[in-house]
């Protein structure tokens, strides 16, 4: 017993010695899409099956912003198609313009949300949600990771976070981990968050609140997409891509 327990100190302080407070890490978003178009219409030809949008974390042991990396972002997806009775269709999707931005030493967070052509700021405390450690480890960008399964909850989620960057930071609304959230699954793959890259260095000037939206708080902001969601006769709350369709 002594043995084994001397064994998990070393590897707990080999952890701790190598441990990041500090960092940039770029991640991969993949949403399955889900398209039902109302009665015998065919979905437009070369309309993709998924979205993928790329995304940054800056973070240190004050703050972190979670954000879209414009540099590799295609941007929106517009496919134009000509119908056989000269009718023209044009189908917008639109990427998520979305940030969070967690304040470790107040426990608050701001998210900045783009809905429905709307700005917002979501204020609010930072809350732990309820997560059942697995005892699973894999490696991750050569950092080791463990499994959490997210509990009640509606959807199904599954995340890997790693101890040696011992910032209780991740993607979307995933934080408050004891480490870096480096990869999301949620609902058996449907949509999946994947850390590509872990920068040691990150500057501190990208960390910034944002500042430009309306400030709501997060039950007025569910309030107004509910009541949305209903008015266009749509279910659930889930992560949403928006896509307009046109005709001419």
Not at 62 to 88: H, P, V
Request: hydrophobic share 35%.
């Amino acid at each position: 017993m002594k043995k084994i327990l001397f064994a998990l100190t070393v590897i707990f302080s080999a952890v701790l010695l190598n441990a990041q407070n500090a960092g940039t890490i770029t991640y991969t978003e993949t949403m399955k899409l889900q398209l039902n178009f109302e009665g015998n219409m065919p979905p437009p030809p070369g309309l993709p099956t998924e979205h993928v949008n790329h995304t940054i974390l800056y973070f240190n042991d004050a703050a972190s912003l979670y954000t879209n990396d414009e540099s590799k972002n295609e941007g929106d997806i517009n496919i134009d198609e000509i119908s056989e009775d000269g009718g023209r269709m044009i189908l917008r999707m639109d990427a998520p313009q979305n940030e969070v931005y967690c304040d470790l030493k107040n426990k608050t967070v701001t998210r900045f949300e783009d809905f429905m052509q709307r700005k917002f700021l979501v204020e609010g405390d930072m809350k732990t949600l309820n997560w059942k450690f697995t005892g699973n480890q894999k490696m991750i960008l050569n950092y080791p990771c463990m499994e959490a399964v997210l509990q009640d909850s509606t959807e199904k989620v599954v995340i890997w976070f790693s101890s040696a960057l011992p910032v209780s930071v991740g993607p979307l609304r995933y934080y408050g981990l004891p480490g870096v959230v480096l990869e999301v699954n949620i609902n058996d793959g449907q949509e999946i968050i994947t850390a590509n890259e872990i920068n040691k260095k990150v500057d501190a000037s990208k960390i910034k609140k944002p500042k430009d939206g309306k400030k709501v708080t997060q039950e007025e902001f569910q309030k107004i997409v509910d009541e949305k969601m209903k008015e266009m006769g749509v279910e659930g709350d889930g992560h949403q891509i928006m896509i307009r369709i046109e005709e001419d």
